[in-house]
């Protein structure tokens, strides 16, 4: 009962209009009438659930409720994925605070945690992860918090040592994300996890933060242990730890621990260092100590305050700092190179601790300079900047100092001569930098020292130029004033003498600007004139002209500084009278140089850009330079405003205008200086230099020049005196506000240029309407003279910035209110909007009061009758549509130029261009506009998502209403039952969106708090109505399908993904969509699990269907020859499959359900398309190799992985069970057609085979390291984690055809070949090695273990004869080779054998037996018919021989007398020579003739056998083996013509016979039993004349051998007795 009231109590409608904060309050309010917050989370959940309320209101609740009920509810439940989302964040805002403890309780602990987990979606594991790291910063509640976490991922990784009580139920592959969570554990915690070598390491640049006193301890372990890569540390020895020193408050924790790190590298000798890790440790300490002021020396026993504990460091800290510092670059330069210096500010930072007081460690900065070096050396700007540290008159000692210590340089300027090396031109800031007098001292000794370097200067291209530029920086130090005028006097002479002597053009030129510089240089006027003069006479040389009067030359510092008129030094002008008299001859001097530049007009080579880029530089300097130097005059002297303007600006004034007056004459065109922004355009104006009189000066230039510019055009065109306001008779606005200020300028500053904005901004509004005159007289006069008034409306605003914001809203309001007659007040703001941002003011929303749409509201009925419903139940906003203005005065003036460069005095008539105005257009928006806003009312947010759904289902046809019954169904109440308003669905404005609906825009911002129902119904509908009428509204279906998925209950979108998935095909691109991992990656692991089920057994049974539909077209014989007939269209595409393939490797399902899924896969690509097949190897090359040839499949390593076990010497985890590998391995085998098989073979097999080989070599150096064992690398070959993997084709092949051997690469072959020789010539050091491992003497892991041994600690020999190796023999005698060039081929087996024949050889003496079964493997076996015989010949033959070969060369006389021969015995040779013969009836076929001649070369050869066999001493041994190897290889049907040949006596009866006769007789007798009984009687008779020549023989042995053969016959032949 006190659910259901309180359920009661808590109103739905209310909660969903309620904004956020208003909702708080209700809560609040409503947790004070019923305490009981898991009530109101178990309410609010179950409104959640029937989508009563949006989720949106539960996590207000999350963040009202006081205890962590409302947050283990919110994870728990699982019909919201937005409430679980909304949990964990206030989980991780709950978490750092001190309410730890109760926040862990109400979850269950670390047990109810790991259950949660293992159902939530992989996105909310991770960011559950996240929010535990992020947490481990937090200091309230540290220690306790850190133990929850240690016990939580003990419990989710369980290391082994330590098991946990409680297993993860989650077997998905989520140890990335939850080794996250490793930072915010114990400082123990954390030592274990790494001294373990748990994967994946923890990150330390996270650590640093949470932990770190650990990282500082592992920083300096590493050093301790001879690692140096601190790279990942950097953040300790710079800024990780800003707190004050608890051993010195001076300086930070972070600078003493880098100090700390160096002194411990220089205990343990651990130099040299990477290069980058100890650059950055000294930059940055040489530069924060720098920063810091020194303590002062008489309180440094004193008290301390706080912001000297912070920002000040004592020079006892600082110099043990350098002296670390230097020490450490000593080592590293002595072992290594010098340190390289990324930025020369380090070089700065030593200059200021040099010249520190009280700081007494100058040998260690020079230690610091000498051992390191910069990185770029390019000019030497950076020494003058480091020279500015100091003081002046400590400025050269620095210097030197400096140039003799950087290793870029050594240059001692004491000495008498330097050493011949390349030094780069120093700076000319170095000597302005300096005093005088140091700066002159500085010069002569360079020049003294006769360095190879350029003297900076100007000059350049003359072998005399360095002379001239040491002479031209004498001068311009300028120690004294009156020398300094006869040195140059004395140069000029000299330098005019070379240019009149010079006849080339280019020496000529050079003399002419070295006079120039001098003269500029001598300062004086009188000096400059006379040049200038003097230099007239080359006027007609334009290389020489172009050269000295260049914009370089006079526009140079020195000649602006004589020309402006003023001292060098203000401080000595005490005079007026001289003041003005050298001003006035300055300005003489500018209009000389305007008059040199008038008569060279004439000249034809004349370049007229070269000098207007050179006069307007020279004026607009000059001008500058005076109105700095004002400054002086209004500072330093009595002298008033007036004064300087007199002074200074009166005799300016008439000279700039005299230089216009010329420029515009018409025989001065070719000048082509007739901008009309005037000849000094741009001036700057910096600071408040002489405000007042600098100000008025330009204030009266624009009067002067606005008068000149009246009686200019009057001249030109009478017309112009005719022309009235608002048509300017001299220059617009835009033309005379020429410089360019960073103050703030009052009108009282410059009342004519003040007037002239206001007369513009605010004009007069009767005259602005006035409309444009239309005699061509009157077009003609204004011409391009026309005031902008964007322009001036810049200037008017920006002048005052203090005034900024009020003249703003004075010309907007004139300009709506005096400027707007022609427009409506909307047209009104639009237009004059756009005006004010080209004049780049922009104008608040809340100015331009521009109309908005009604907000939406839904109708607040609670009944069940339908009603109609029109969201646009208001009026809307007029409108404005785009339209021409008539022209009038004021169009010209706002939208003739944007800026006043365009204007230019061309000389001619031009009429000025009548523009046209447009007002914007101009829509209040749609009514979906609105949703775009920021700040919308929850209730409008409501109201669109009901319009939303409702106008996306008026678009299909269905049998009622979405809403024909209030939302949800009861008596709580959400959405009441409305449908659409016809006159709203009829507007055109609601498609307009070019990406579809805008309903679907809105649905998809305010997709949280959608109800998943409502938009699963309209789903449902658009799928329907898609199936049933294709291409009907295709791009609303999909989106809002796209929707659901990403909604809070996705499950509802499953049915409809797999319908469009496998009924379909045509729609990939949606396919894409609807399998992205995203969805998956946001599903419940049960809910992902299924759907990805579901997915591949339909596609599965689409596949299957498609095959049998293939195979019924093919066995139709008319549908194949039909031409016109077409096969079957797939009904699974290749990229749908490729998809969901890719999809099982992004999504982080359990191993076990990957690999369920890719083996179906794989068994199914056996009958499916050859695209289909072509995607499945695609994906399996691209996603499953990688994996399956992974040490563990479950734990795939990465690049970074490797790289840090093999940093820690740390054994990655390896797993035997490799069920991926197996899967591929058996597809391998079964694989048909052969043409699947090859493809399988060659893009998976042999990439997993060379994989697996480079993991595997890396995992077994790694080993032998671990366990000091490297040597034995010499003897291990690289071989893939199962060494039969490159041949296991060979292996398990039956039969092997030469297709099969075509797969297996040789070098696959070669690599197993290599392994075998390795385990069989095992060293004693791997046996000793092996034998370690299997006592247990070595503490190495079972898996390890296991696997090592397996591979490399088996019995030799019984491992080449068991059925779990290749046999290669079998190969040799059964295989059909291929002949394919870069195949597997027969010289590869043989190579194999050859080396084993070899191994054997040297063994022979311990295993005989493997040889003599060796022989047995090669031999030609009886009945195995032609082709066998062949093959033997070919394959196996060859192997005999060799074996053959190899004792025979091995059993020399050397060998014989070596009593430490190896092998000290050799096997016998007539074993091979008897298995060398080719018997005459194993499968050959011929004529009975061809066959008796066979038989008789076999027993030639017999014969010639036993010849050799006689003349051994222990013959009988071999021959009685011979007797049994004849007796069962030769065919019964050949066996008695062999008896014959071997059997006839040939001398007679009573010839002595020899030992090999005898025992040709002997086997002839041996062999005869198992001859056949001719039929003919003439060979039985033939037997008979035999066996009585044996009897009639003198020989005793003979005549035994024939008794005994006649006895034998007539028992078997049933001859007549004798």
Known sequence: MATRYTYHRLNARQMCDAEPAELASYLRKHMVEAPDTEIISSNLLQSVAIEAIPPRVYKVWLSVCPDASAIAAGLQQRHSVFCRVGAIKEFRRRFRTGKVSGVWQALGGATGIGEMMSKWSVNEVKAFCQAVHRSGTALVGRQERQRFVDELVGVLLPDGVEPSEVNNPDQRPLEGDYARMVSACTAAFVQRWKDQGRQPAPQIKRLIQSQPLLCKQWCLDLVRDGNLDLEDYLPLLESAMPQPSQDDPTITESMLFATDVLELMLDNDRFPVKENVLCAIVENTVKRLARREPRDAAHAQGRITPASRRHRASNAVTARALQVMGRALQQQAAKAAALTIRYSEYISNLAALYTREGLDSKSDMTTLLRTSRLASHEGTQWLAESLREATPEKRYDLLKWLLVNVSNYKLDLGERKAAPSAVPEFHPMLFEVLPPTDAIDFLDNLLRLGLDMRVPGPMRASEDANAINANLLRLSIGVDTSTDLNTALKH?????????????????????????????????????????????????????????????????????????????????????????????????????????????????????????????????????????????????????????????????????????????????????????????????????????????????????????????????????????????????????????????????????????????????????????????????????????????????????????????????????????????????????????????????????????????????????????????????????????????TLDCMTGQFSSSVSLHDVGRKVAFVVPEEKIPAYQAGSFWDVYKESHLSRSAEEAFIVTGLLYIDSRVKSDASLLSKSFPTGHTQRYPAVFLDENFLNQRALDTNPKGTWARAVLKRFLPDVPATCLARVTMMLMRELQEKPGTLPLTAFGVLKMLAYSSKPELAFDHIVAVITGMPDESSWHRQLLQAGIFKRLPADQAKMLASTLIHKIMDKLDEQSERRAAWEGDDTAVTDATSQPPASLIKITTVKMLAELLHNVAFDENFSVDILSSILILSKTTQERTREAILAILEEHAVPVAASMNERKPMTEQDWLGAETALRLPDINAERPLQASMRTTARTLAPVTLQAAFYRRIMVPLIESSTKNNARWTRLFLQKYDALHLLEIVTPVPTDVMLPVELLHQANPVTASITELVAPQAFEQYSNYVMAVLRAPQDLLDFNKQLRETKIEVGADARSHWLTQWGGAPWSVIHTYEVLDVPKLLRTADWSIAPGTLQLKHAHAHERKLIDMMLRQYDTGAGHWSTQLIRHELRPGEGSEAAKKWALNLKPMLKYMLQQVDETRTVEWQQDPQRVPSILPSTFLIRMRLLLHPGDGIEGSKAEQVERAHSFADAIMNLLEKLAKKRTYHVDFNLMKEHLKNKINQRTTLDVVKRLGSLGGGPDEPLSTAQLLQIELAQHLLPSAQKPEADSKVKAVRVMLDSWVASTDEEVRKHGIAALRQLERDWKLVSL
């Open 492 to 888: 000029i002479s000299r330098c005019r003498e070379k240019a009149q002597t010079s006849r080339d053009a280019a020496v000529r030129a050079f003399w002419v600007e070295a006079v120039f510089r001098f003269a500029a240089l001598s300062r004086s006027l009188d000096t400059l004139n006379d040049t200038l003069l003097w230099a007239r006479r080359y006027n007609s040389d334009s290389l020489t002209i172009k050269t000295a009067y260049g914009s370089d030359v006079m526009a140079s510092k020195h000649m602006v500084e004589c020309l402006a008129g003023l001292q060098h030094r203000a401080a000595g002008i005490v005079v007026r009278t001289d003041l003005e008299g050298r001003l006035k001859q300055a300005n003489r001097t500018l209009l000389f140089i305007l008059g040199t530049a008038v008569m060279c007009q004439k000249d034809p080579a004349f370049q007229a850009h070269a000098w207007q880029r050179s006069l307007r530089s020279m004026l607009c300097n000059v001008i500058e330079s005076r109105i700095r130097k004002t400054h002086f005059l209004a500072g330093q002297s009595s002298w008033t405003n007036d004064d300087v303007f007199q002074c200074v600006w009166q005799d300016t004034l008439d000279t700039l205008i005299k230089a216009e007056e010329i420029c515009l004459a018409e025989e001065n065109a070719v000048l082509g200086m007739r901008d009309l922004d005037g000849l000094t355009y741009p001036v700057r104006v910096e600071g408040i230099a002489a405000k007042a009189a600098s100000l008025r000066f330009l204030d009266e230039l624009a009067i002067r020049r606005d008068s000149l510019y009246r009686t200019h055009r009057i001249k030109s065109n009478a017309s112009v005196i005719e022309l009235r306001d608002p048509w300017p008779r001299g220059l617009p606005n835009q033309c005379l506000q020429e410089f360019i200020y960073d103050g703030e300028i009052l009108d009282h500053d410059t009342p004519y240029l003040s007037t002239r904005l206001h007369t513009v901004v605010f004009p007069d509004a009767k005259l602005a309407r006035e409309l444009l005159p239309q005699d061509e007289d009157t077009r003609f006069a204004i011409g391009d003279y026309v005031e902008n008034y964007k322009h001036a409306l810049y200037y008017y605003v920006h002048r005052a910035p203090s005034l900024k914001d009020t003249r703003i809203s004075e010309t907007w309001n004139y300009a709506l209110s005096h400027l707007s007659d022609r427009m409506t007040p909307l047209e009104a703001r639009l237009y004059w909007r756009g005006v004010f941002h080209d004049s780049q003011i922009e104008i608040h929303d809340d100015w331009l009061e521009l109309p908005r749409p009604a907000m939406p509201r839904l109708p607040n009925t609670d009944d069940e009758h339908v009603s109609e419903w029109d969201p646009l139940h208001e009026p809307q906003q007029p409108e404005s549509q785009q339209r021409l203005l008539p022209v009038v």
